[in-house]
């Protein structure tokens, strides 16, 4: 069991960044693949990015390519999306999820365990 729980969101300008934080539950972070996901209001959620339990594969949403970064830390149980040049598209609420899927994965229904998500809102 894996108990995930979002930070950092908040209300930047057009151009502006912000690092979401995910801090992860349990002994056995590392085990875990890890993704961000999105849902905008009146959206279905969406893949945003994605890292391997290495972090040595890493998966990006086009949208987001260039300019957000997935990160990890297994010492510290915590996965990182550092979003730079935001734009007003970005807004949404992020959430970070876990998966045991063997390298990174781009599809929800591989993740078991999701949090609860932190809003980003980009004004423009």
């Known amino acids: 069991q894996v108990q995930l729980v979002e930070s950092g969101g908040g209300l930047v300008q057009a151009g502006g960044s912000l690092r979401l934080s995910c801090a992860a539950s349990g002994r056995t972070f590392s085990r875990y693949a890890m993704g961000w996901f999105r849902q905008a209001s009146g959206n279905e959620r969406e893949f945003v990015a994605a890292i391997s339990w290495s972090g040595g594969t890493v998966y990006y949403a086009d949208s987001v390519k260039g300019r957000f970064t997935i990160s990890r830390d297994n010492a510290k149980n915590t996965v990182s999306l550092q979003m730079n040049s935001l734009k007003f598209e970005d807004t949404a609420v992020y959430y970070c999820?876990?998966?045991?899927?063997?390298?990174?994965?781009?599809?929800?229904?591989?993740?078991?365990?999701w949090g609860q998500g932190t809003q980003v809102t980009v004004s423009s």
């Open positions: 999820a876990a998966t045991v899927v063997v390298g990174a994965s781009r599809y929800q229904n591989d993740y078991l365990y």
